[in-house]
């Protein structure tokens, strides 16, 4: 686990100390999940012309955008592993949206790069966008993905009946009143609740919480993804990692021969492999050449390149060589989104008038947690997927032994459910 890589929060006011943050990712390939759990907390008070109709495509590749840009953000601050939830964040910021007006609305749209799909005639689009996205991704219910939200506000605050109807109706989110004076009986509350939404993968949400607080959002997205071509545990074997040219770490190395769709980006100086889950899922891995520089990708990924590696990928033998990794990763994103245009929201000049008129809201904070875990297991069962060995040809090689991107991905909508980079997996 890397615990350290916490872009620093400096918690304050209603924050819970960030090693017991309110948002937690899992994901584990064996039995494996995902969790995450994006947490906003609010204190007050601080005192067109018509385009074309937006689909969920069109949603999918904003979001995906602005998770880049998210992404380049979190690594011009260091040069470690990173790891969060492009649809997470983009979802609970969709009802921000709803929540918010003037400028702060406009910010959020900008930010969120969301500005093309606005129509004015049509306030409830981006929010139904959302909503249409969410049921495409788990239609055939056998994807584990359950997305949820919750409001916790407290007892004598305001809130909007029309916010309350749209949370409500695009997200399905609970809205609770809670008596946050009474921290303790609001903690066991909030945990509780949590609980239940996760199935008991998350249980001690948070730790602590501020008197003032007076409301608070919690998503949370929970992914349990199987491989479709699982890795044999009995080929795992410690094989060097180069972290850079004069840091080594030995790793355990998962093994699989067999056919996998895969493709060279040669401009970008790098390879990419598709690693497919079941139920439409995938993970893409995207490997800079040996002796390039890593950090010379960032600003070449973007949306475009992302999807025009889907389009060029095909299928061929490979010997592939994964590491098996564990990451653990926290994002303040109330001290990232400023630099990114979305600043008016965490100050004194929010505008979330649609939420409550009793006004002097801002966001107090906006944590984000995610956890991954990989590792060999899919199913067992799925091991018949496996292709015959062609004799004679002699298979090409893909090893993960260095630096490396990841995109896990809905292949339908190209929606981004998680995004990260590893730069060291012990
Ligand atoms: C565009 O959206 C409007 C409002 O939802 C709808 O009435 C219209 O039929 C749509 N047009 C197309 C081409 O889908
Ligand atoms: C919020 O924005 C609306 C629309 O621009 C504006 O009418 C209102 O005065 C603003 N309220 C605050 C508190 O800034
Ligand atoms: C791993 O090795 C053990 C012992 O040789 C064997 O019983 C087992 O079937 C092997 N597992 C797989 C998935 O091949
Ligand atoms: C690492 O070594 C390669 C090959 O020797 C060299 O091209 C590259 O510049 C080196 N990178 C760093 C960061 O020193
Ligand atoms: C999900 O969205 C994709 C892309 O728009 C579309 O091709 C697919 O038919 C949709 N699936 C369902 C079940 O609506």
Same mark, same amino acid.
């Given at each position: ?81 990173? !790891? ?123 730790? *602590? ?16 993804g199987t491989w479709q071509i699982p890795f044999n545990p009995n080929f795992t074997e410690n094989a060097p990692f180069y972290i850079d040219n004069y840091s080594i770490v030995e ?46 990708v960032d600003d070449e990924i973007t949306a475009e390149r992302f999807l025009s590696w889907i389009r060029k990928l095909q299928k061929i033998k490979l010997e592939v060589n994964v590491?098996? !990794? ?19 929201? !965490? ?65 339908? *909508? ?13």
């Amino acid at each position: 686990m890397e615990l350290s890589d916490v872009i620093l929060p400096k918690l304050n006011g209603c924050a819970p100390k960030p090693s017991q943050t309110q948002s937690m990712v899992v994901h584990k390939v064996k039995m494996g999940f995902i969790f995450i759990v994006t947490y906003m907390c609010f204190l007050a008070p601080v005192h067109h012309a018509h385009p074309p109709n937006a689909t969920i495509s069109d949603l999918s590749f904003k979001n995906m955008d602005f998770a880049m840009n998210l992404y380049r953000k979190i690594s011009s601050y260091h040069d470690k592993n990173i !790891f969060f939830s492009p649809l997470s964040i983009s979802t609970s910021f969709a009802a921000l949206l709803m929540a918010s007006d003037g400028v702060t609305h406009g910010e959020i749209l900008k930010g969120l790069n969301l500005e093309q799909l606005e129509q004015h005639d049509q306030p409830e689009l981006i929010p139904k966008l959302f909503q249409l996205l969410n049921e495409n991704i788990t239609l055939n219910g056998k994807l584990k993905l359950d997305q949820s939200m919750a409001l916790f506000m407290r007892q004598q605050f305001r809130v909007e009946k029309i916010f309350e109807d749209q949370i409500k109706k695009f997200f399905d989110a609970d809205i609770k009143s809670l008596d946050f004076a009474d921290t303790k009986g609001s903690i066991h509350f909030i945990n509780e609740y949590i609980k239940h939404k996760t199935e008991n993968k998350v249980t001690e949400m948070i730790s *602590t919480l501020d008197a003032l607080t007076q409301l608070m959002l919690i998503n949370t997205i929970f992914f349990q993804g199987t491989w479709q071509i699982p890795f044999n545990p009995n080929f795992t074997e410690n094989a060097p990692f180069y972290i850079d040219n004069y840091s080594i770490v030995e790793v355990p190395m998962m093994f699989k021969e067999d056919k996998f769709y895969t493709m060279d980006d040669v401009p970008l100086g790098a390879r990419v492999l598709k690693l497919p889950y079941h139920d439409g899922v995938s993970m893409l891995i995207l490997l800079p050449n040996k002796g390039m520089d890593y950090t010379a990708v960032d600003d070449e990924i973007t949306a475009e390149r992302f999807l025009s590696w889907i389009r060029k990928l095909q299928k061929i033998k490979l010997e592939v060589n994964v590491p098996k !990794f564990k990451m653990e990763e926290s994002y303040s994103l109330h001290n990232l989104l400023p630099d990114m245009g979305m600043a008016s929201i !965490f100050s004194s000049s929010a505008n979330l008038t649609k939420l409550s008129k009793d006004g002097g809201l801002k966001v107090s904070e906006m944590l984000h947690k995610a956890v991954i875990e990989v590792d060999e297991t899919g199913t067992t069962a799925a091991a018949a997927t496996t292709i015959g060995i062609i004799p004679y040809s002699l298979p090409r090689t893909f090893t993960v032994n260095r630096p490396f991107f990841f995109f896990i991905y809905h292949e339908d *909508t190209n929606c981004l459910l998680f995004m990260g980079r590893v730069i060291n997996p012990t």
